[in-house]
């Protein structure tokens, strides 16, 4: 089953505009990963934040965390073309094996 | 570095076939995760391995997949007999274990086709 969830499921902007992609979960969690995955490609890490961290930046992007409410936001700032993939939310969950599990997704497009 | 290697690349196969899928994660690496992803959708955690044991099976389809790590290192993944229904991308990723699983690093997947 799937822990994660985002919103929007799909999303479309000019270049130039920031984007925001939303996370919510289920159950308590070590930290929270977004990742990016171009068609057709495999996925690769972006930011992780830990659940005692409520704000990280790492570029252009900007993850917050709001264990209270359980979701996550990530900001894209000043999108590029080449930003145009899907962007998904992982959830350590806390206890047991540092179980990854994955949301369905926000797919992304960015229009010149 | 080494990324995370898996073979093949793509297979197509017939309903009631098998398959075998392979993969090596980056040296070092306890934490072997396999994932089966459905176009359009997210990845789906069907085990996950530290070492060469198994620490979460609990969405593998058991009457027909199975997986092995052997030596703590590479591990297969096998379909038997397979179903349309199986029709995905699979995807293997590595990471080193700590306070909650770290970055997981993954391979490009092997998207399969069952027909």
């Known amino acids: 089953s799937q822990q994660g969830e985002e919103d929007p499921q799909a999303l479309s902007i000019q270049e130039g505009e920031n984007a925001t992609m939303n996370c919510s979960y289920k159950?308590?969690?070590?930290?929270l990963q977004w990742y990016r995955q171009n068609s057709g490609r495999g996925l690769v890490h972006l930011i992780l934040?830990?659940?005692?961290?409520r704000e990280k930046h790492s570029g252009r992007l900007r993850v917050t965390l709001d264990t209270s409410k359980k979701s996550s936001s990530l900001l894209i700032t000043a999108s590029r073309a080449a930003d145009t993939a899907s962007y998904f939310c992982?959830?350590?969950?806390?206890?047991?094996?540092?179980?990854?599990?994955f949301g369905a997704g926000t797919r992304l497009a960015v229009h010149p | 570095e080494a990324g995370v290697a898996q073979s093949p690349r793509y297979k197509i196969i017939e309903k009631r076939q098998s398959v075998a899928f392979w993969c090596n994660p980056i040296s070092g690496h306890a934490t072997l995760y396999w994932y089966q992803q459905i176009l359009g959708q997210g990845p789906k955690l069907l085990i996950q391995f530290q070492n060469n044991g198994v620490v979460d099976d609990s969405q593998l389809p058991k009457d027909r997949f199975s997986a092995e790590r052997l030596k703590g290192v590479d591990s297969t993944l096998k379909i038997q007999p397979a179903k349309l229904e199986d029709s995905a991308v699979y995807l293997c990723?590595?990471?080193?274990?700590?306070?909650?699983?770290?970055?997981?690093?993954f391979g490009q997947g092997t998207r399969l086709t069952v027909v």
């Open positions: 934040i830990r659940s005692n961290e």
């Open positions: 159950t308590s969690i070590n930290n």
């Open positions: 992982a959830t350590a969950i806390s206890g047991g094996y540092n179980k990854l599990i």
């Open positions: 990723a590595s990471s080193s274990p700590g306070e909650g699983p770290l970055e997981a690093f």
